[in-house]
């Protein structure tokens, strides 16, 4: 398969997923130093370069020893090193050794090549490992760690932590220390922090602009799948050890697709994914089921637009809103369930929609605490308001609305295919939310894309250049927003996100979908995604 060999690995650069090393035995204070590490591989690989230095300071740093960052000892210096100059550099930043070395990267074998120079001897001490796929760069760097760790102190008993496919684990001591967990250095930037932080997992470029994505378990391996769509594809993954693998990809020509989401709307324990596709104006969504081992499409050309939503905290519920070439998205949202190769409508939605707001542009939750659902949703220009009940219990009052944008999406429905000059009716990825510092009071995690090109001054937005996500806060009264953290910056346009234990390891990852090149005139346009942990 194509796409296979552009998305099947990513680089499993974990930097605080897995243990650190405990140190204990390590005379106190002592230092070193690490240098700047030289990458040998085909393409862009200065994201590991850059993240090498940083893995090793996680797991070296765990006890009494005394880390020189990278940033500090980077200084002046650059990549090819020998012993005679990290042993110079060493002695520059009063170091008692210095550690560098290079990472070689040839088709799906691995290498890495270490030195560890005693600063005040200038003896030098090799390491050299060697592991499969790009995702055994993470076992590599634990086993120099624990190789490191051991040289400058027999004594220190260390329990390996497990280590990815293709890495031979390292000859463990037979007294188990404790391990304590990574540190709590995570993605998050809290409003009165500016620390970088470092990511979890990258995947590959993927040629095409993926416009949404869902995970769910749909062949209750206990794992969940994610799907991701493209104008004209849905790509089906799997994360594992050897990293995600394209499971398969299905194109329709016919129909171009707006939005997937997933839920087990009959309630039979078997989750359902939904792909709301448009056509000729009209909805032509299409069901996705596991069914006697193969993902395959159940239903097609579905009549509505399509979300799961959950109201208040309550079970989640599918619910669908109609559309049509002559004034877009119409009509009040109607509950549905999957029945027989279909779908059943089940009532109203509880929530009727403000004038100009569709299924795919509000959230729901009580801000106020009054009892009864409040809304937020994104205007045409990217502005979130607030509505409350009106005080006659009929319809929405407006309420607070922001005075920043948020959003931004390039993904556009064209109702009229023969070009002419309507204007396309933008879709937004979910906003959603959530209660992350787990203090009983809802947040609202949303994205924010920065325009490109004339920027805010263009009535629609052609392009976008960075990216982040935010965390918001309303007062009681849903009159003022707080911000309490937001995701580092990221160069490209955030299409979609979502919250989930995606590699089943028990902790939430803030998983990203991100496209890149839609500023560029000439060139491709390429996909890739991002999953940071979650730590508050």
Known sequence: ????SRFSRFALIALFSIVFLPGTGMCAGEKVALLPWKVNAAGDMEYV????????ATRLGAGPIEIIRPSTAAEGKGADLTDASALDAGKALKADYALFGSLTIFGNAVSMDARLVNVNTGASTPFASKGTGIESIIGLVDKLSTDVNSFLNPKVVIQEAPVASGVTAPVVAPSPVVIAPAPDVGLIVKADKSKEQPVLWKGRDMDDMFVAMTAADLDKDGAKELFLISGRSL???????AGMEVIKEIKDKRSQNIAVTSIDSDRDGSVEVYVSRVSGGKPMSAMVEYKNG?????????????????LDGKEPVLIGQKLRAADGFYGGLKKLRKDKDGLKEDGAFEVELPRGVNIYGFETFSFTGSGTPDLVTLDDRQYLTFYGDKKDGKGWAKGYKSAEYYGGTLNRISLNENGADARPILVESRFLQADMDRDGKK?????????????RSADVPSSFKTSVVISLSWDEKGTAT?????????EGYVSD??????????????????VTGTEKLFGTVKSYILSYRISL
Do not use: C, H
Not at 49 to 56: N, V, Y
Not at 447 to 455: A, D, I, R, V
């Open 1 to 4: 398969m194509a796409l296979f």
């Open 49 to 56: 370069r850059a993240a090498m230095p940083e893995m090793l």
């Open 235 to 241: 790509v089906i993954a799997k994360y594992n050890a």
């Open 294 to 310: 193969v993902y395959v499409m159940t239903a097609k050309d579905l009549g509505w637009m399509l979300r799961a939503v959950s």
């Open 443 to 455: 947040e609202l995690i949303i994205k924010k894309n920065t325009p490109g090109g004339l920027g």
């Open 482 to 490: 707080s911000e309490n953290w937001r995701t580092k910056q990221v």
């Open 497 to 514: 996100f979502f919250i989930d234990d995606l590699d089943g390891d028990g902790n939430e990852e803030l998983t990203m979908l991100v």
